[in-house]
């Protein structure tokens, strides 16, 4: 990514925005800061909130990690990365920001879960990366719900003032995301066989880092 890049983010960005980016300059180190925000449960309805507003609101979910985590990349001059992760049409797909270091490859991840986390950069390809989650994204009956991996997803197509410190929700940008190429996790035939979880592998699933306000359970 061009130095002109982070140079037009960092002028777009308010002082006190600038010493936050400044301290999140490695992917251990954002990781932590987003561990520490309260996860975004939408009390009010769904959110897309860019990295400005989740900074103001300090709270987050998945896709808003996952954005902080890319501005944070493009600010200290990496290319802002995503990866998504599509699941069956009833769950909730997963988000993460990739990140590499000596050719390998990693990912930033905010969740309330025990399962879908941070990636350290120990994968060749990003699919090796992204069927690291196959086996974790499972459902209450113990179905296992991945289905397919978008292509890392650049967001220095987009001006920083698009998605850095927009204040409308980034509709738009879930449904750009959500449209581009993606690859199935494995052919239709093989999906079909797919061994369900174990009755303590679906008990993961009751691990909260965040105590959920009221009867749902979604993997943001």
Wanted: some cysteine.
């Amino acid at each position: 990514m061009s130095r002109s890049y982070a140079n037009t983010l960092m002028a777009a960005l308010s002082p006190a925005e600038r010493k936050i980016f400044a301290k999140l300059s490695t992917a251990e180190k954002i990781q932590d800061y987003l561990d520490r925000l309260p996860i975004n449960f939408e009390m009010q309805g769904e959110t897309y909130m860019s990295p400005r507003r989740l900074l103001r609101e300090r709270t987050a979910h998945c896709f808003e990690g996952a954005l902080l985590a890319a501005a944070a990349f493009a600010y200290h001059g990496h290319r802002p990365l995503l990866l998504d992760l599509q699941t069956r049409p009833e769950e909730e797909d997963h988000v993460v920001a990739l990140f590499r270091e000596h050719g390998l490859w990693g990912a930033i991840s905010k969740t309330n879960h025990g399962i879908l986390r941070y990636r350290d950069p120990i994968y060749r390809s990003v699919r090796e990366l992204a069927m690291s989650y196959a086996h974790e994204y499972i459902m209450d009956d113990g179905r296992k719900s991945l289905r397919a991996f978008s292509s890392p997803f650049d967001l220095s197509r987009f001006a920083p003032e698009r998605w850095v410190t927009a204040e409308e929700d980034l509709e738009w940008l879930v449904e750009t995301l959500d449209s581009s190429r993606h690859f199935p996790i494995a052919p239709k035939k093989v999906i079909r066989r797919l061994r369900r979880a174990s009755k303590t592998e679906i008990r993961t699933l009751d691990i909260e880092e965040w105590k959920t306000p009221h009867a749902f359970r979604r993997y943001a």
